[in-house]
């Protein structure tokens, strides 16, 4: 199984960017997806999660209104989008997998590798 998560990069405070989470080597239609963060020197912290058919969304309150989480099982993908970003937003981005939806880490049973999202001031 191997879930490979890209989109981050550098951007400056108030601009917009789109993580995208391939997953492989599993069914995808049946899984929850979730997207955590970890910034430098704290611990990761739930961002987001989607249901298995995007029916059913669930996200943390300080990105409720700027993040928007998505998937599209044709494509084995789920996205982050994430809008009027926050030198706060800075982190690396993990996608997962987890068989029920869920906001805790420790339902999630497969992990991407992370993408780093740096928010410049």
């Known amino acids: 199984v191997q879930l490979q998560a890209s989109g981050g990069g550098l951007v400056q405070a108030g601009g917009s960017l789109r993580l995208s989470c391939v997953v492989s080597?599993?069914?995808?239609?049946?899984?929850?997806m979730g997207w955590f963060r970890q910034a430098p020197g704290k611990e990761r912290e739930f961002v987001a999660a989607i249901n298995w058919s995007g029916g059913r969304t669930y996200g943390i309150d300080f990105v409720k209104g700027r993040f928007t989480i998505s998937r599209d099982n044709a494509k084995n993908t789920v996205y982050l989008q994430m809008n009027s970003l926050e030198p706060e937003d800075t982190a690396v981005y993990y996608c997962a997998a987890a068989p029920v939806l869920s906001g805790q880490a420790r339902m999630y049973d497969y992990w991407g590798q992370g993408t780093q999202v740096t928010v410049s001031s």
């Open positions: 080597g599993r069914t995808f239609s049946s899984d929850a």
